[in-house]
């Protein structure tokens, strides 16, 4: 099904020194996470998600681009050379069993080098936006004090991404941004992934067996979306592994087969029940956008931690002249049902089977919303098994499943 788009905004290079201050945090309260959604940022954020899936809707793994763009190319090896700086710190031989120190070794490279490898990414003529970025790339590979990652990190990365966008660093086209997802954000989920391996890093805020993944979130959007048109893959291949690694779903479930013990259908419940009663690809990408929305972009505890302002406006759009409401951009990407302020159900719940995360969003959804109600059967209920991520006992009960 074909999706109509809206543009992403373009901020011009020259109104960016008038900008009046760089990112920092502002979401304290719940709140502040409903605020947030009434802002420029977040209409601009589900915007440039949405681009991102339709460009790699009917596309594969491996990934080679025709013509590649310079600045593809660049972060291409801002990245490498980040993967390369694990390899100069090895994990000390230490007797915890997570969370090597040595990461904030690789941190503090971070921070004492950021500057350099920004003004290599964005020389000569987007140097005016490196304050505006770093906030982002800081905190996109984990927290260097608890040692974790998640999905609140991933998010940062694909903030880092928009602002770049934004100020049109990389083109708003389909043709780059599927570059940006087949071949910038796969190489930063392969880092992140190297990250997690060598210095052991915890997941941030798991919800154990009631989430979908300990660590991320947005490669199960991506890989939903690559699949969503085509007919010849189930949903169910997903419970018959091993999987080739064509799509960024069936590579995330791999890396869970690598990292975790025990049946599936025990440790990921979540995603067992998509794959066992969600009929095709297409609900189950819709259903993991609201999923997203909510899981993700709807808790304080994930979104926190990231800073905004600067070239992600916090003023709300209908407060300054001559702006769109964000409903009204919203409404005009689908033909979408209204949502009244009150608890909605689950992307895969009905009348007839309420299994699944009851979750609430409030008024009309910024993410495009599924265009119909989907089915989820009941999930096993889990065994105590432990996540090689994860120590015992530091999963939180997540958002319950009802039997």
Known sequence: MKSVLLDLRKIPLDEVAGLQSTPSLKIRTDDDVEYWKTTQSYLDYGIFLRRLNESVVGYTLPWEPVNRSTSITKILELLDELAHWVDDIPALQTPQR????????????????????????????????????????????????????????????????????????????????????????????????????????????????????????????????????????????????????????????????????????????????????VPNWGKVNTGLFKMFEAEVLGKRVVVQHIPLGGLLEWENPENKANSIPVQSAVTSQHTIRSHPSVSTPAPWASANNTVGLQHHIPGQTMLPPSLSQHNMPKTA???????????????????????
């Open 98 to 277: 997570f969370g090597n120190i040595a990461f904030r070794t690789w941190g503090q490279r971070l921070e004492e080098r950021c500057d350099n490898v920004l003004q290599k990414l964005l020389a000569p003529d987007f140097l005016a936006v490196l304050p505006y970025v770093k906030p982002y790339l800081l905190i996109s590979f984990g927290s260097f004090t608890r040692m974790d990652y998640g999905s609140g990190h991933e998010t940062s990365f694909a903030l880092f991404l928009l602002c770049l966008t934004l100020v049109r660093f990389f083109e708003p086209e389909p043709a780059e941004e599927r570059d940006l997802v087949l071949s910038v954000f796969l190489r930063y989920l392969k880092l992140c992934w190297k990250l997690q391996d060598t210095y052991k890093l915890e997941p941030a805020g798991s919800h154990g067996v009631w989430g979908l993944d300990d660590y991320c979130f947005l490669p199960y959007i991506f890989g939903s979306g690559q699949l969503r048109d085509q007919t010849e893959i189930p949903v169910s291949a997903v419970l018959q592994p091993p999987l080739p690694p064509t799509n960024l779903y069936f590579m995330s479930i791999m890396r869970i087969h690598d990292v975790k013990y025990g049946p599936f259908h025990e440790h990921s419940s979540q995603l067992h029940s998509i794959a066992a009663g």
């Open 381 to 403: 209920i889990p065994s105590n098994r432990q996540s090689r991520g994860s120590e015992a006992g530091s999963h939180q009960s997540g958002p319950r499943i009802p039997q």
